[in-house]
């Protein structure tokens, strides 16, 4: 039984780094645990106060003569805070970093900025005794006073504001009443409005037999007391939104709350009109491009009770709602729910640890869900609900597969190939839209032959092998590396080399080619401002553009029901990095920009334009077959124990010095070598050490090594080790050792 508590006092960014210790009396030993509010004597008269516990300890940090002992537990419910706290705690637990650093993630609700107050003046006394008041004044011509209490006679309370302009009364006509008493200036917290020029205008909302049948599963289980993890996989343009937001309405008047995480760049206002039409004042949302008083606000409101839905990216997970009943995730699939900043947790594996705290229920949901989430599904931790038809039984877009290889020999070196070209020019003189997806996701480095399609990959690792400026080909997982070829080692063309085309490059194609289409760009630099991806998406949503160019961002999810061509360019880009998530994430774009092609009345056509047709990836797009997909991806991660199949987990090791960093390396990995010559960490197998992507950052030196292993607890215990032997040792004092589990992308 721990003997000491680490304790903050006051829950707010700038003191989660005073961190005060306090002794445990034998009574209480053993009922103490993280999360729990205390009483404690604090400061020099030792006033006392309520404090949390982040943290046990079995050693004292300083003299424990003066560390002075808890009071008592404070009485009562677990505070919403006490139970962040302690997810606080099992994250820093699960994904390694500090305490402060998983404490300053789950607790932003008290980072302070000022807050917007709108003052009244409200009549102060009966409406007999105004009046009276009123003739009073008139009598002896104190018009100001008069025109202020006939306007409060009429309507009260009336904002300060229109007072003192409107009406021009001056501030000391309003104090001299007020001392009278016959009004009084009362203040009220003005919260800002994310939503701008939203209406709330309910509309029917009529499901299909699918999706009343995912509904009603859910519900009938969730009245039950049963709290399960459900993943919906639906075809794209099945209606996944209308399940969430009739699953919500049902919870949310059953008195609990709700969560929803979408993706940043699908966060727009088409998904958030919906739910606002539905649920009004009561839901909000959170972006990262509102004002962090703005962002304040809407945590606010949450902690008071005055929100019942809440719509974001991750960082939503950690609205302070007390009642909570279900956690929704769509494009579940997608890696932005992974944190690249310590602590480096997953959303989906966080929600459904928060949930189980909250007592909540987790719904998942794609189209094209992640191979972690349908393994687990199919294992039976996670409960499979299938929407396998379109609303209104729309059929799929039929898909056209393009060899550039082809292209290439027809002395076409367009970015557009013949058969895109040709089906844009139609969808121009029929008016309908078309969108075109440029694949960019890893584009950087990686080489492909465009005569063959070859692409050099590692022996060891089964990745693709990246470009870097000293004409080195190598593996990022490993180290491996050979020198870039000229040639291709396969045709023996010198059409071998990276990749290199954005989206100005094929908006300027395209334009040339159709002068009279008018296009639209969707990227990082036309989106900067607040409103930038608002804007974009509904002047191709009310048709002032006929083609939109975009990456990523344009196929997260939007629903344009004229958009009856969609076009994928560069689809291999990123089934060639150095990832062995490279097929999954390839699989996922594809098919997710195919399911914005015909969503309407029209049916859609989609143009896969690809080096690589032979690949099951690819193939396998094309029918946007998913379980085909999952079984054949599935059995090579089970033969190289890649995720799901097995666990991973990547350490950082970095310095200002590069010796000092591969030093460092070297003496943790030395640590784990010996631990297994001595015959512990058995079905441990070791990766690396290697140089990750970019091996330097601002002058700092990178080292990474990667383990796998089949259980992820063995894994963490690991972490854990080595995070003790870097805290025991010195040589460390200029190094940071950082750790990752399942990786959604490199450090």
């Not at 404070?74 to 402060?100: F, H, K």
């Not at 998983?102 to 009046?131: D, Y």
């Not at 639906?234 to 009739?246: D, H, L, M, Q, R």
């Not at 032959?449 to 690792?461: A, E, F, I, L, T």
Request: charged share 25%.
């Amino acid at each position: 039984m721990s003997e000491y508590a680490n304790i903050v006092i006051d829950i707010s960014h700038e003191k989660l780094d005073k961190i005060f210790q306090y002794q445990i009396p034998e009574p209480l030993r053993g009922e103490i645990s993280v999360g729990m509010r205390v009483k404690i004597p604090f400061g020099m008269g030792n006033r006392e106060t309520t404090g949390y516990v982040v943290g046990l300890a079995d050693e004292a940090s300083y003299d424990p003569e003066k560390i002075k002992e808890i009071k008592g537990v404070v009485p009562g419910s677990v505070s919403i805070e006490s139970q962040l706290i302690a997810l606080a705690d099992w994250m820093r637990e699960n994904y390694g970093g500090t305490m402060n650093h998983a404490l300053k993630t789950v607790l932003p609700i008290k980072q302070k900025t000022a807050e917007k107050k709108q003052r009244f003046v409200v009549l102060a006394v009966s409406r007999e005794e105004a009046a009276g008041q009123l003739a009073l004044f008139e009598k002896k011509h104190y018009t100001a006073r008069a025109r202020l209490l006939s306007a409060l006679l009429e309507q009260s309370p009336i904002p300060y504001d229109v007072v003192v302009v409107k009406l021009n009364i001056s501030v000391a006509v309003i104090r001299a009443m007020k001392k009278t008493g016959i009004l009084r200036v009362e203040e009220k917290r003005l919260y800002r409005s994310p939503f701008g020029e939203i209406k709330q205008e309910e509309k029917l909302l009529i499901l299909n037999e699918g999706q009343q049948k995912a509904v009603e599963h859910i519900w009938q289980e969730w009245e039950q007391g049963y709290r399960h993890t459900y993943l919906i996989h639906g075809v794209t343009g099945s209606g996944k939104t209308a399940v969430y937001i009739e699953l919500i309405d049902r919870i949310v008047k059953a008195g609990k709350q709700a969560i929803v995480l979408i993706p940043e760049i699908a966060l727009t206002y088409q998904t958030v009109e919906r739910f606002y039409q539905r649920f009004g004042e009561r839901v909000s949302i959170l972006n990262s491009k509102m004002s962090a008083g703005e962002r304040y606000d809407q945590f606010e409101r949450a902690s008071q009770g005055q929100v019942d839905v809440m719509i974001g990216p991750r960082s939503a997970l950690f609205t302070p709602f007390s009642n909570l009943g279900v956690i929704i995730i769509d494009e579940e699939h997608e890696s932005s729910y992974k944190s690249e900043t310590l602590p480096r947790y997953h959303a989906r594996e966080t929600a459904i640890a928060r949930a189980k705290m909250a007592q909540a229920s987790v719904v998942l949901g794609s189209a094209t869900p992640s191979i972690d989430s349908y393994y687990r599904a199919k294992q039976g931790e996670y409960v499979l609900l299938e929407l396998d038809k379109r609303i209104e039984e729309k059929p799929l877009p039929v898909c056209h597969m393009v060899d550039l290889r082809e292209e290439l020999k027809k002395g076409n070196r367009s970015i557009l190939s013949e058969k895109l070209q040709a089906l844009l020019g139609q969808r121009l003189s029929s008016g309908q839209q078309a969108m075109l997806f440029l694949n960019r996701r890893g584009m950087a480095s990686f080489i492909t032959c465009r005569s063959c399609g070859y692409v050099p990959k590692c022996p060891h690792c089964d990745v693709s092998l990246s470009q870097h400026n000293n004409g080195k080909a190598v593996c990022h997982y490993c180290g491996y590396e050979e020198p870039v070829p000229e040639v291709c080692p396969e045709c023996g063309s010198g059409y071998i080399s990276g990749f290199k085309a954005g989206t100005q490059k094929i908006e300027e194609v395209v334009k040339n080619r159709f002068p009279k289409a008018r296009v639209l760009r969707m990227d990082f630099d036309t989106t900067r401002k607040k409103d930038g991806y608002e804007k974009i998406l509904s002047a191709f949503s009310n048709q002032e553009a006929d083609i939109l160019i975009g990456t990523q961002m344009i196929v997260k999810g939007h629903d344009f029901p004229n958009v009856t061509l969609v076009g994928v360019l560069a689809a291999d880009l990123s089934l060639h990095i150095s990832d062995y998530r490279a097929a999954e994430r390839t699989f996922q774009l594809i098919t997710q920009a195919a399911g914005r092609a015909g969503r309407g009345r029209q049916p859609g056509e989609v143009v896969i334009q690809t080096y690589s047709p032979e690949h099951y990836c690819m193939k396998l797009s094309q029918s946007q077959d998913y379980k085909k997909f999952y079984e054949t991806e599935i059995a090579y991660r089970a033969l190289l124990h890649y995720p799901p199949c097995g666990h991973m987990m990547v350490m950082l090791v970095a310095s200002g010095d590069e010796m000092t960093a591969s030093l460092s390396m070297e003496l943790l990995a030395g640590k784990i070598r010996q631990a297994k010559e001595n015959g512990k960490l058995q079905g441990l197998s070791v990766i690396g050490p290697a140089s990750p992507s970019v091996a330097k950052i601002k002058d700092i030196y990178r080292k990474v090594m990667y383990f796998k292993h089949g259980d992820y607890q063995e894994l963490v215990e690991i972490k854990d080790v080595l995070e003790q032997f870097v805290n025991r040792h010195r040589e460390f004092a200029n190094v940071m050792v950082q750790f990752d589990f399942n990786p959604m992308s490199g450090f």
